[in-house]
């Protein structure tokens, strides 16, 4: 059975498939033919295109696995070089300079400062 929001009553309403899933009266106007794309190339359907699979540019997956799967002694996250190192380095110094930032502020919080027109 089918239902439908009855603007009389407000109440749900037993209803006819069709006035069911147009509400308030109104009737779908499903277009006759697609609109159409809006792509700067055109597109194809997957199995339009088989099974050759293009790509954007280079596969670097093999280059990557073979970097990261040397056994240098160098840890994961530093084996792409000096631009790694300085990434870590700047992370580590903002991480404790937080704390430390974050220990100051409790330090305040709990004991704050005492002006001289309290003392008198």
């Given amino acids: 059975m089918y ?53 954007m540019g280079v596969n670097k997956v093999p280059d990557l696995q073979r970097l990261f799967q040397t056994a240098d002694g160098v840890p994961v996250h530093l084996k792409r070089g000096l631009s790694d190192r300085l990434l870590y380095r700047t992370t580590m110094a903002l991480t404790v300079g937080g704390a430390l930032y974050c ?15 309290d003392a008198d």
């Fill in 3 to 55: 239902y439908k929001l009855s603007g009389f009553t407000q109440k749900l309403t037993g209803s006819a498939p069709s006035t069911a899933y147009s509400p308030q009266g109104l009737r779908p106007s499903a277009p006759v033919e697609p609109p159409t794309m809006i792509f700067a190339t055109p597109t194809k359907i997957a199995s339009e295109s088989g099974s050759v699979v293009e790509y």
């Fill in 103 to 117: 220990l100051v502020a409790l330090y305040m919080a709990a004991y704050p400062r005492t002006s001289s027109s």
